[in-house]
């Protein structure tokens, strides 16, 4: 066991406006499974870099250890699986290698077939034999479950419920609660570290976050309250000091000294009371600093002149002689949200392109309704450049709403500035979410929408779902999503 310390930690790309991390402290002991949580663009992936040496940043971060990072990155897809793991690691024992793909439920034979050539689950779990074979190193593992189907999501999730000494990055809640012992979360303000998995960390933020809005609104009413008494008392001071010039009702002059030693007490007061209240605001003003806001998101959809919006029967779908799904057959009817499942490469993305209208080699019978308007989020992100403004006049969007949701999925104001090539993964992806809410069309059409979001955004757009019912195909291999969202479960 040995420690990752922290100190002091203040981090900022060359020509941004703002810090990534400010004065950041906290320490890591090297045999946690550690999960790393925080919405999208809050420093992540950074924090891996900063670990990895690649960035200069001031403050201190000290370690007995080395670092490897994941996925590693693989030059020359065309070779040999076997060539890519001995260019990553040329010093690996085969004995090892084997045990670990047999904890990942590997075949040996893959070795010997070009890395490209693998599916990308294959690929990846692959590449986490390779890491786990470096024995002396803590682990950074950013986000590994990205493009996996469900049965692989388990079962990686499983292998790294046997090993220890990693920080892990994933956005799939039941995928961090099994195999993690501590949580690091980025918050609005902080970095904090806590006992136990996501759910337990979750479950101890929202009692926060409560406990912080109580103690709000007690504040906001004394706020009110101090307020009201230190006019109230102004208000009397100056009428007392008004009387100094006057007489009393039986005609007598009035004692200055004592209505001057009255006002002046009365003022007194009146300020101990505004002091009170300053005091009530600023500590007012740091209390929900840390909060995540989570604003509901809406959506509108068009009516369509038909119950039933799309049938499929009996479709199997063909890349030249390669069958990739057979005798498929739903239909999409009006307020239907349908999840999409099965194995990579069971042809799901194939449904969706047919339905979209690409050119897509098929038989049995396939039917559209006329007329009818889709709004597609696709798995790429890789086409987005330029800024939002742009972006959002190209596609024919509400310049205003988009913006307005992005504001909603945790975007600053300071990211409309940039070129969306510099955005991460994550915000690339409500880029596309975003304008899929702001389009006026029937049937939202959304392949693996969640890949890189944060868990909060997550829940945003589940509660998005769940309250305005849209008609929805989708793909997600996210469980505990697709379970809350789908009425309908089309497996292939």
Sequence with gaps: MSLINVKNLTFSYDGSYDNIFENV???????????????????????????????????????????????????????????????????????????????????????????????????????????????????????????????????????LNTKSGFILVSHDRIFLDNCIDHILSINKTNIEIEKGNFSCWWENKKRQDNFQLAENEKLRKDINRLSKSAKRMGNWSQEVEKSKQGTTNSGSKLDKGYVGHKSAKMMKRSKSIQRRQQS??????????????????????????????????????????????????????????????????????????????????????????SNLKISYVSQDTSHLQGNLTDYALNNGIDQSLFKSILRKLDFSRVQFEKDMSSFSGGQKKKVLIAKSLCEKVHLHIWDEPLNFIDIISRMQIEELLLEYSPTLLFVEHDMDFYKTIATKIVEL
């Design 280 to 369: 009530a605001i600023e500590e007012k003003s740091k209390l929900l600093k840390n909060i995540e806001s989570s604003d509901s998101l809406k959506i509108s959809q068009l009516t369509y002149h038909k119950s039933r919006f799309v049938e499929l029967e009996n479709v199997s779908i063909f890349y030249g002689d390669k069958m990739v799904c057979e005798n498929m057959g739903f239909t999409i009817e009006q307020g239907d949200r349908i999840a999409l499942i099965g194995k990579n490469g069971s042809g799901k993305s194939s449904i969706i392109k047919l339905i979209c209208d690409e050119n897509i080699n098929y038989t049995g019978t396939f039917r559209k309704g």
């Design 25 to 159: 402290s906290f320490q890591i002991d090297t045999d946690w499974k550690l999960g790393f949580t925080g919405r999208n663009g809050r420093g992540k992936t950074t924090f891996f870099n900063l670990l990895l040496g690649k960035y200069n940043y001031s403050g201190n971060i000290s370690a007995n250890v080395n670092f490897e990072y994941f996925p590693f990155y693989v030059a020359h897809k065309e070779n040999l699986t076997i060539d890519v793991i001995s260019d990553i690691f040329p010093d690996y024992l085969n004995w090892k290698l084997i045990r670990e793909f047999s904890l990942l439920e590997l075949s040996q034979d893959i070795l010997y077939r070009p890395f490209d050539s693998l599916s990308y689950g294959e690929q990846t779990k692959v590449l986490l034999a390779t890491l786990f074979l470096k024995e002396n190193s803590f682990l950074l593992i950013d986000e590994p479950t990205n493009h996996l189907d469900m049965n692989a999501r388990k079962l990686v999730s499983d292998y």
